[in-house]
T-cell receptor
Framework: QQQVKQSPQSLIVQKGGISIINCAYE??????FPWYQQFPGKGPALLIA?????SEKKEGRFTISFNKSAKQFSLHIMDSQPGDSATYFC??????????????FGTGTQLKVEL | ETGVTQSPTHLIKTRGQQVTLRCSSQSGHNTVSWYQQALGQGPQFIFQYYREEENGRGNFPPRFSGLQFPNYSSELNVNALELDDSALYLC??????????????FGSGTRLTVV
């Protein structure tokens, strides 16, 4: 059961262009939405995150747009660089009964930035 | 400050065998979560440990079990290995209740191949 749907599966962008990755969710219990970047042979690394009471968050070249009513959120990478070539995962967090939280991940987007 | 370290990095096991994977959490973190990442997929939550007890569990059978030690390190044990258990196993540490605020720190994972 896939609770977070991510698209596209792969994306090729020219250097300097804008990369856009979209995610949608159904579970209204999700209350925190991080994006992770993963390079081959490495674990995911937190890139940027947003709470559902905020419609947009920007950190450097990375921006999350969040539409609570549509249950959709997206990652925008401005001025994309070859070093941004990686797999990107959206995720959504829910609380566990013991007080911690777990992440539900999308299926990932493989981004390639060409010169 | 050290990050999350996992061992071994790779291993090959035969179907039906048992395996133990190890994880040392990041300094200052007291909660450890384990995720399974199949090839080309997003990580899936296995379980979380806090105060040496299981704090939440995903949709994985009982042959997946874990431990957390007083120094917050953790082990993932998988019995009766199946071919479908072949995956990258990721350990992530966080501060209890702080995962939503600070996100997880993931290790680089253990690549398990079951033949």
């Amino acid at each position: 059961q896939q609770q977070v749907k991510q698209s596209p599966q792969s994306l090729i962008v020219q250097k300097g262009g804008i990369s856009i990755i979209n995610c949608a969710y159904e579970n209204t219990a999700f209350d925190y939405f991080p994006w992770y970047q993963q390079f081959p042979g490495k674990g995911p690394a937190l890139l940027i995150a947003i709470r559902p009471d905020v419609s947009e968050k920007k950190e450097g070249r990375f921006t999350i747009s969040f539409n609570k009513s549509a249950k959709q959120f997206s990652l925008h990478i401005m001025d994309s660089q070859p070093g941004d070539s990686a797999t990107y995962f959206c995720a959504a967090s829910t609380w566990l009964t013991g007080g911690g939280n777990k992440l539900t991940f999308g299926t990932g987007t493989q981004l390639k930035v060409e010169l | 400050e050290t990050g999350v370290t996992q061992s071994p990095t790779h291993l090959i096991k035969t179907r039906g065998q048992q395996v133990t994977l190890r994880c040392s959490s990041q300094s200052g973190h007291n909660t450890v979560s384990w995720y399974q990442q199949a090839l080309g997929q997003g990580p899936q939550f296995i379980f979380q440990y806090y105060r040496e007890e299981e704090n939440g569990r995903g949709n994985f059978p009982p042959r997946f079990s874990g431990l957390q030690f007083p120094n917050y390190s953790s082990e993932l044990n998988v019995n009766a290995l199946e071919l479908d258990d072949s995956a990258l196993y990721l350990c992530a540490s966080s501060s209890h209740g702080g995962g939503n605020t600070y996100g997880y720190t993931f290790g680089s994972g253990t690549r398990l191949t079951v033949v």
